[in-house]
């Protein structure tokens, strides 16, 4: 499996601007897809973004417009960039990495978002 690691999370009012980073060990981030979780408490965790090796995206619903999913296969590294930050965003989003149907998961990080 592919060891992840996120950063970025953290505590901010609404309407306000956090980017989460992942980077991934190993040499096949390029050919990764790569995509965002996240779980709110008492809830299943849901598909918040997804970039494909040729950098095709995904987005929720509840998150178009708002977020943006990119990747830096040089660093390795995937982003979410997240605008106009709602209450409802709160959560602890996880970093998926999924490569020939193996699925590597980091260990997730906090967003808290005050109204």
């Known amino acids: 499996q592919v060891q992840l690691v996120e950063s970025g999370g953290g505590l901010v009012q609404a309407g306000g601007s956090l980017r989460l980073s992942c980077t991934a060990d190993?040499?096949?981030?390029?050919?990764?897809?790569m995509a965002w979780y996240r779980q709110a408490p008492g809830k299943q965790r849901e598909l918040v973004a997804s970039?494909?090796?040729?950098?095709?995206?995904n987005y929720a619903d509840s998150v178009e417009g708002r977020f943006t999913i990119s990747r830096d296969n040089a660093k390795r590294t995937v982003y979410l960039q997240m605008n106009s930050l709602k209450p409802e965003d709160t959560a602890v989003y996880y970093c998926?990495?999924?490569?020939?149907?193996?699925?590597?998961w980091g260990q997730g990080t906090q967003v808290t978002v005050s109204s």
């Open positions: 998926n990495s999924r490569l020939l149907g193996v699925d590597s």
């Open positions: 970039i494909t090796s040729g950098g095709s995206t």
């Open positions: 190993g040499m096949f981030f390029s050919i990764s897809a």
